[in-house]
Nanobody, 118 residues
Framework: QVQLVESGGGLVQAGGSLRLSCAAS????????MGWYRQAPGKQRDLVAV???????NYADSVKGRFTISRDNAKNTVYLQMNSLKPEDTAVYYC????????????WGQGTQVTVSS
């Protein structure tokens, strides 16, 4: 099992910045990628950004140029630097880790609230 603990959410004004962190523990060997998803009230959970162990990254179009994902493999930690935040970025942000062993096994954090006021 893999445990994911997020931190760094909060309330910020539009145009501001926040940095989310997600620390993984447990059976982290073999984790292929880590990333962030978000879910706004009444909406589905969507990918925000993902980074592989080789540090290849992928971003949702809505956050390109504003958010940056990074990881510290030695600390099993992934970060999401969020700049130029907009009210539409308001959501619960979930950390995700994927292990691909023939099938994809997903692990999720408990979520952290990000609220951007206009």
């Amino acid at each position: 099992q893999v445990q994911l603990v997020e931190s760094g959410g909060g309330l910020v004004q539009a145009g501001g910045s926040l940095r989310l962190s997600c620390a993984a523990s447990g059976s982290t060997l073999g984790i292929n990628s880590m990333g962030w998803y978000r879910q706004a009230p009444g909406k589905q959970r969507d990918l925000v950004a993902v980074i592989t162990t080789g540090r290849n990254t992928n971003y949702a179009d809505s956050v390109k140029g504003r958010f940056t994902i990074s990881r510290d493999n030695a600390k099993n930690t992934v970060y999401l630097q969020m700049n130029s935040l907009k009210p539409e970025d308001t959501a619960v942000y979930y950390c995700n880790a994927k292990r691909i062993i023939g099938i994809v096994v997903d692990y999720w954090g408990q979520g952290t609230q990000v609220t951007v006021s206009s």
